[in-house]
């Protein structure tokens, strides 16, 4: 079946323009994460969508960043007046089983943002 | 102190030999535990998790949990050349109960 998929690819643009990041999850999957992983870096945690909770944005670095998710499936994370330090891979993983020890996640391809 | 720790390596075994991964987190209410593979350039793949003390294993692959010491550790045996990845440690529950906290990763080099 189809896994996580993510648009763009590859997203480069000029500093100070907004950004949306798209993520698809699994269908069905009932949470969706966003994390930031910059070059050599770990995946750091930027934001958590589970069911129609309200989602957890402990991890989003600045008021620049939001993220929404229609209808519990489609999230989209918004960066707006870029800088420079936001360039990384934006990626999105899903799961099924949150309440459950287990909780694998399946990671989508990435977007690699780009700011000049 | 980060919530959850790696040596970043690069850590350098063998072909056939035993490669161990260490990992240690701060949060001891984390409950349960994730290894997940890199390849450079792709996104990560969950190798094994784990969330009861002592070990776990899945063919070549052994995690090893420690909650009094709050250390994971991932064992893999028989090392081969396509093992050679990055591999990161996750937390999750505690003070975080729902988001998962991940290592910065350490890198494998399998020597032929």
């Known amino acids: 079946g189809a896994g996580v998929s993510q648009s763009p690819s590859n997203k480069v643009t000029e500093k100070g323009k907004d950004v949306e990041l798209r993520c698809d999850p699994i269908?069905?999957?009932?949470?969706l994460y966003w994390y930031r992983q910059s070059l050599g870096q770990g995946l750091e945690f930027l934001i958590y969508f589970q069911g129609n909770s309200a989602p957890d944005k402990s991890g989003l670095p600045s008021d620049r960043f939001s993220a929404e998710r229609t209808g519990g499936s489609v999230s989209t994370l918004t960066i707006q007046r870029t800088q420079q330090e936001d360039s990384a891979v934006y990626l999105c993983?899903?799961?099924?089983?949150?309440?459950?020890?287990?909780?694998?996640?399946?990671f989508g391809p990435g977007t690699r943002l780009t700011v000049l | 102190q980060k919530e959850v720790e790696q040596n970043s390596g690069p850590l350098s075994v063998p072909e056939g030999a035993i490669a161990s991964l260490n990992c240690t987190y701060s949060d001891r209410g984390s409950q349960s535990f994730f290894w997940y593979r890199q390849y450079s350039g792709k996104s990560p793949e969950l190798i094994m998790f784990i969330y009861s003390n002592g070990d776990k294993e899945d063919g070549r692959f052994t995690a090893q949990l420690n909650k009094a010491s709050q250390y994971v550790s991932l064992l893999i045996r028989d090392s081969q050349p396509s093992d050679s990845a990055t591999y990161l440690c996750?937390?999750?529950?505690?003070?975080?109960?729902?988001?998962?906290?991940f290592g910065s990763g350490t890198r494998l080099s399998i020597r032929p």
């Open positions: 269908s069905g999957h009932t949470a």
């Open positions: 993983a899903s799961s099924l089983i949150e309440r459950e020890m287990r909780n694998e996640q399946f």
């Open positions: 996750a937390a999750k529950g505690g003070s975080s109960a729902s988001k998962i906290i």
